[in-house]
């Protein structure tokens, strides 16, 4: 990729103009492509000349040996060639450059974007945009560079050629190039619309086959393949219909520029006849000036067919564009932590509301995590314990309200050093299509004794051991060739290893066997005033041993205390352990 980085930043530019952003760092193939393409036109208007020198002279006289026609033409057409394949080659050479520096701008986009975006974006739809949109960009715009190159220049060769030879003539074909550009513009137009349409369908498709593959499980539980088939043909015959409308509108630009071009080749073709009748101009002459008018008008049709493909090109650009235009993370924080943090976290008084609710899913909820502790947060789905996660991780910035970190502002700390201090485990568990020690030593220099212990404080060990390839095992599109318990595991590994000062276990051992969970316990218990825990759990039997548990309903603390002293009190945590030991 090239070292130059494109500037992008500017919403209010073309998409032309910010492709042409990624094009410059190139612009030497570019340059190099058009030179050459410049040196094949140079040799256009020799095909008109050795055709009247051979229907002039050589009809008329043995002005030359029969054995120079064959050399002089192959000659001809072995430059020719030599040009156009060094124009196509070099034009390859910076548009497959381009396309790596575009998708590279684009996962640099994405890997920025803030978090509500994720929220509304289907994954299938970023994918669309980074692997396979500018792909489709840049051989669209590179097919029609390579055209204009190929037929414009020696259309213009051509064209000052005719001026040459005949310049009343040639200012007459020229009367219907204004209504030739109004009928294009016309079929432009349609075709921008329909290529827009075109485009919405085909990421709703994409976003269609995306479900599928995600929810395969899903589909078969519920017998939902015919219906699956016959929501997937629905949005497929949309894009049929749309995509069937673009080319025919792009279709119309051909014949009706076809049709002007005819009425003025056909009286061009005429006056030329009178000319040769009654001014007494040779066969030779006339035979050159129809030879060049004709291979003009062949490269005057060719370019009329570019407008849809750009067109084409500039609605899938402005799809890529938005994506990197869309809102960026928020990282106003100037304080950098060099050193591992103490862990000690408070919440003052804050509130959270997400875009589009109705009710804040944090109200006034202060709280405090001790360092070296274990604190538990329980409560309905709903309460807030979530959103707590999210707002230490700088996902979400409170509205109001503060959170420090060892007394700290968290909003005054850089996200990447705020995040360097915690080792998070989900129960929405994300792996890498990677081998088993790359996705635990994720980011990390990996350390084979780390690893080892890693695996076996997450009881995943033994199971490595008896995989032939061992660490360097391949587990599939987010760990796919694991069981669910083998996943978890494998996650809970990853936050060992990071060994951060604060630990975040969301639901972390929901998918583990009794057996694997009591180790996994054992191995939180090790680290118990080492380590600030924050343990979110449904089972409480889990979080009986933390220093303090946090009863959350509605966004609102509602009670706090140790497992024996929540029981005493016989308020919304006993209730809660009631209900799980199926008591009344």
């Not at 043995?62 to 394949?85: D, H, K, Q, S, T």
């Not at 050479?93 to 920025?112: I, K």
């Not at 929540?566 to 006993?574: K, P, Q, S, V």
Request: glycine share 8%; proline share 4%; with cysteine.
């Amino acid at each position: 990729m090239s070292t130059d980085t494109p500037d992008t930043s500017q919403p209010s530019d073309s998409p032309a103009r910010r492709l042409g952003q990624f094009v410059y760092p190139h612009r030497w193939g570019a340059v190099l492509t058009v030179l050459a393409y410049i040196g094949l036109a140079a040799t256009e208007p020799a095909i008109p000349k050795l055709i009247k020198y051979a229907f002039g002279e050589g009809f008329a006289n043995n002005a030359f040996e029969l054995w120079m026609v064959p050399v002089v033409l192959i000659g001809l057409y072995f430059i020719r060639g030599l040009f156009g394949f060094a124009g196509q080659y070099l034009f390859n050479w910076t548009v497959t450059r381009c396309v790596m520096d575009f998708r590279a701008a684009l996962v640099n986009a994405l890997l920025r974007l803030d978090a509500q975006v994720y929220t509304r974006m289907q994954p299938g739809t970023a994918v669309s945009k980074v692997v396979n949109d500018p792909q489709q960009i840049l051989e669209l715009t590179g097919g029609v560079g390579i055209n204009l190159l190929r037929d414009g220049l020696p259309a213009i060769a051509m064209l000052i050629y005719l001026f040459y030879v005949n310049w009343q003539l040639t200012l007459l074909s020229l009367v219907v190039t204004p209504v030739m550009a109004l009928v294009m513009k016309k079929v432009n137009q349609r075709v921008r619309q329909m290529a827009s349409r075109s485009y919405d369908t085909q990421l709703a498709l994409v976003n269609r086959v995306d479900d599928i593959t995600r929810a395969w499980r899903v589909v078969r539980q519920f017998g939902a393949v015919p219906h699956e088939l016959a929501r997937f043909t629905a949005v497929s015959q949309e894009v049929r219909r749309a995509n069937l409308k673009t080319v025919t509108a792009g279709a119309l630009g051909q014949p009706m520029s076809q049709l002007v071009a005819s009425v003025g080749l056909s009286a061009i073709i005429c006056i030329a006849l009178w000319q040769a009748r009654h001014a007494g101009t040779g066969v030779g002459d006339f035979a050159e000036f129809v030879a060049a008018l004709l291979l003009l008008t062949s490269r005057l049709r060719h370019l009329s067919d570019l407008a849809a493909p750009f067109t084409r090109a500039m609605v899938i650009a402005r799809g890529c564009f938005a994506l990197m235009d869309a809102p960026k993370e928020v990282d106003s924080g100037r304080q950098e932590l060099t050193a591992p943090a103490r862990g000690e976290i408070a919440l003052e008084d804050v509130r959270l509301t997400y875009p589009g609710a109705s009710t804040p899913a944090l109200d006034g909820l202060s709280l405090r995590f001790p360092a070296g502790k274990t604190s538990a947060l329980v409560g309905a789905s709903g309460a807030g314990k979530s959103s707590i996660v999210h707002l230490l991780l700088g996902f979400d910035q409170p509205e109001a309200g503060r959170i420090t970190l060892d007394g700290d502002d968290i909003e005054a700390l850089t996200r990447a050093s705020l995040r360097r201090q915690f080792a998070v485990v989900s129960q929405d568990i994300v792996l890498f299509d990677d081998t088993i020690a790359a996705n635990i030593a994720y980011a990390q220099p990996r350390d084979e004794a780390k690893l080892e212990a890693a695996l076996r404080a997450a009881h995943l060990w033994d199971f490595v051991q008896t995989l032939p390839e061992g660490l360097n095992t391949v587990v599939g599109a987010n760990g796919s060739k694991l069981s669910g318990g083998q996943r978890q595991r494998l996650a809970i590994a990853r936050a060992l290893y990071k060994d951060a000062p604060i630990w975040i276990f969301d639901e972390a051992t929901s998918a583990l066997d009794t057996e694997s969970e009591r180790a996994v316990q054992q191995a939180l218990d090790a680290w118990s005033g080492r380590k600030t825990l924050i343990v979110i759990a449904h089972r409480l039997s889990t979080i009986r041993s933390a220093d303090a548990i946090h009863v959350l309903g509605a966004g609102k603390l509602v009670e706090t205390g140790t497992h024996a002293e929540l029981l005493a009190r016989d308020g919304a945590y006993a209730a809660m352990v009631r209900a799980q030991a199926g008591e009344p």
